[in-house]
């Protein structure tokens, strides 16, 4: 009886090993419409959306604000650090305190960069604080 759960079992295990590494590789599996994007890491400045338009820094953050991450240093990942220089990403957390906690400062995120509208997404998997400063308000390109 033993025996024959085992084998199943541990062909699942290898199975599931599998497809989680092609995922975390960034593979497309056959038949999506949407390539999957490898993982990359990024330094940015992290500041409320509202301080887009703001002419003075944005000191208070709603619980409910988006954020974005400016002035983009790519650290490694497959993005051009020329072309990320100028854009402003807007920021995908299922937990934004951390973000409220790094309002206008610099920090190191890991993540996936998606296409959107107006401006691209970026899902965070880890955020950070990190040394560096950030300019009051954004620069927007």
Same mark, same amino acid.
């Given at each position: ?34 390539? #999957? ?26 619980? #409910? ?10 650290? #490694? ?19 934004? #305190? ?44």
């Amino acid at each position: 009886m033993l025996k024959s759960l085992l084998v199943p079992c541990l062909i699942g295990a290898l199975l599931g090993a599998g497809l989680t590494a092609r995922v975390a590789a960034g593979v497309q599996e056959s038949g999506g419409s949407q390539p #999957a994007t490898a993982v990359v890491h990024i330094e940015g400045c992290v500041f409320p959306e509202s301080a887009l338009t703001a002419t003075a820094p944005v000191v208070s953050v709603a619980t #409910a604000q988006a954020f974005v991450l400016t002035d983009i240093k790519v650290i #490694a990942g497959d993005i051009d650090d020329e072309d990320a220089a100028g854009i402003i990403y807007t920021v995908k957390t299922t937990d934004p #305190a951390p973000l409220r906690s790094l309002n206008q400062k610099r920090a190191g995120v890991t993540g996936r960069v998606t296409a959107g509208t107006p401006r691209p997404s970026f899902d965070i998997v880890s955020i950070r604080e990190i040394s560096g400063s950030c300019p009051p308000v954004p620069r927007v390109p």
